[in-house]
């Protein structure tokens, strides 16, 4: 059984930091993965996508305050946001990929390169 679960959301004042995590289990680690991000009344944008060896690719929304990374030993990915805005505020996704690559549209939710969407972790950021 496939699974892909995040945690570690939860409430932050203006310019704190939080480290989520997402576990993948029930098919192989080996491909990119990616975060993504809903904010209330938009549309899921992609934030961050990591390749097998760990090169990453940022939007320019996070980059500087957001590191992505992750353990292929545990099935691991890692989200250390460092810095947030109340704009930050949103639920956060991780995604499977379905080939170990970050070209192309991967910050879109359509992007037919996605594999499985865990159920989100609730981030808010208070003024």
């Known amino acids: 059984q496939v699974q892909v679960v995040e945690s570690g959301g939860g409430l932050v004042s203006t310019g704190g930091s939080l480290r989520l995590s997402c576990v993948v289990s029930?098919?192989?680690?080996?491909?990119?993965m990616t975060w993504f991000r809903q904010r209330p009344g938009e549309e899921r944008e992609g934030i961050s996508c990591?390749?097998?060896?760990?090169?990453?690719y940022y939007q320019m929304s996070v980059r500087g305050r957001f590191t992505m990374s992750r353990d292929n030993a545990k099935n691991t990915l890692y989200l250390q946001m460092n810095n947030l805005q109340p704009e930050d505020t949103a639920m956060y996704f991780c995604?499977?990929?379905?080939?170990?690559?970050?070209?192309?549209?991967?910050?879109?939710?359509?992007?037919?390169?996605?594999?499985?969407w865990g159920q989100g972790t609730q981030v808010t950021v208070s003024t």
């Open positions: 995604a499977t990929r379905i080939h170990d690559s970050c070209s192309g549209y991967w910050f879109q939710s359509t992007d037919r390169s996605i594999g499985v």
């Open positions: 029930g098919l192989p680690f080996d491909n990119a």
């Open positions: 990591i390749r097998y060896s760990g090169d990453t």
